[in-house]
């Protein structure tokens, strides 16, 4: 079992920046694409990034385009999710998941099976 922990998280002004990084464990990291998803309060889950296994192709939500930017360190196990010009309602808890086995980039959250408890950010104005 995949243990996902979530770090870089905190209070902002709106404008700022935030980098997330999310460090798995074991040892097959560089087998599975890796996805960002936020929940605000009240709200459903929703897709924020995704990032291949290779780190070569990346996928993102169209509220987030321009602004955020997913990476991968297969050296340190690690996803990260820098954002940029962050805004009000970019204001949630930022989870990290797994893929399945053999998944290509994805921003379907039924095709992630491993989740980290997540880490919020708050965006202030």
């Known amino acids: 079992q995949v243990q996902l922990v979530e770090s870089g998280g905190g209070l902002v002004q709106a404008g700022g920046s935030l980098r997330l990084s999310c460090a798995a464990s074991g040892r097959t990291f560089s087998n599975y694409a890796m996805g960002w998803f936020r929940q605000a309060p009240g709200k459903e889950r929703e897709f924020v990034a995704a990032?291949?296994?290779?780190?070569?192709?990346?996928y993102y939500a169209d509220s987030v385009k321009g602004r955020f930017t997913i990476s991968r360190g297969n050296t340190k196990n690690t996803v990260y999710l820098q954002m940029n010009s962050l805004k009000p309602e970019d204001t949630a808890v930022y989870s990290c998941?797994?893929?399945?086995?053999?998944?290509?980039?994805?921003?379907?959250?039924?095709?992630?099976?491993?989740w980290g408890q997540g880490t919020q950010v708050t965006v202030s104005s």
């Open positions: 990032i291949s296994r290779s780190g070569l192709s990346t």
């Open positions: 998941a797994r893929s399945g086995a053999g998944t290509p980039v994805t921003g379907d959250i039924e095709e992630y099976d491993s």
